[in-house]
T-cell receptor, first 113, second 114 residues
Framework: DAKTTQPTSMDCAEGRAANLPCNHS???????VYWYRQIHSQGPQYIIH???NNETNEMASLIITEDRKSSTLILPHATLRDTAVYYC??????????????FGGGTRLMVKP | GAVVSQHPSRVICKSGTSVKIECRSL??????MFWYRQFPKQSLMLMAT?????????EQGVEKDKFLINHASLTLSTLTVTSAHPEDSSFYIC??????????FGEGSRLTVL
């Protein structure tokens, strides 16, 4: 799986949008961009994923650049409960491809009142 | 959505004893499950891939005789840390691929070896 690069940490004011960037310049054509987050002492939680089109669900929006070399996860109205480590992962979608899953360092998002 | 559950969530044991951690897929069948280990302030590291009905595949550097994995059914994989030592203290997390391709993770099991 392609390697990803994320900022180590970010701060965001409560109620504002949190924009978390991720670089994945070596992504292959069949690799999806997945985002997970991990709240302290819990297992990672799936947020969203996409291949090339922008995606939105009840948790977040995912913006993928046209060349697919980077993406941004957007939490539209961050709350204190969104404080967590956010992982951007690229992997072949579907099936049992998770054995190739590689977690990078992630971005530690701190939402402040 | 698909749920993966781990048990126990916390366990404390004496050095030299063995500890078993269970990972269950609650509403879907998982032919493959994955075990990760996470040390404090570090990211998740894949330890092994658990395959139903066959031997697990271990990542480089992970001792298969120390971390025994059994995947006897389509909904249950177990990780047994044998002869645990303080350096095995960690957060162990399992995951499974859901019906539509997403990876779902368990809540994690924190092992403390005294």
């Amino acid at each position: 799986d392609a390697k990803t690069t994320q900022p180590t940490s970010m701060d965001c004011a409560e109620g504002r949008a949190a924009n978390l960037p991720c670089n994945h310049s070596t992504i292959s054509g069949n690799e999806y961009v997945y985002w997970y987050r991990q709240i302290h002492s819990q297992g990672p939680q799936y947020i969203i994923h996409g291949l090339k089109n922008n995606e939105t669900n009840e948790m977040a929006s995912l913006i993928i650049t046209e060349d697919r070399k980077s993406s941004t996860l957007i939490l539209p109205h961050a709350t204190l409960r969104d404080t967590a480590v956010y992982y951007c992962i690229v992997r072949v979608g579907g099936g049992n491809a998770g054995n190739m899953l590689t977690f990078g360092g992630g971005t530690r998002l701190m939402v402040k009142p | 959505g698909a749920v993966v559950s781990q048990h126990p969530s916390r366990v404390i044991c004496k050095s030299g004893t063995s500890v078993k951690i269970e990972c269950r897929s609650l509403d879907f069948q998982a032919t493959t499950m994955f075990w990760y280990r996470q040390f404090p302030k570090q990211s998740l590291m894949l330890m092994a891939t658990s395959n139903e009905g066959s031997k697990a595949t271990y990542e480089q550097g992970v001792e298969k005789d120390k971390f025994l994995i059994n995947h006897a059914s389509l909904t249950l994989s177990t990780l047994t840390v044998t002869s645990a030592h303080p350096e095995d203290s960690s957060f162990y997390i399992c995951s499974a691929t859901g019906p539509t391709g997403e990876l779902f993770f368990g809540e994690g099991s924190r092992l403390t070896v005294l």
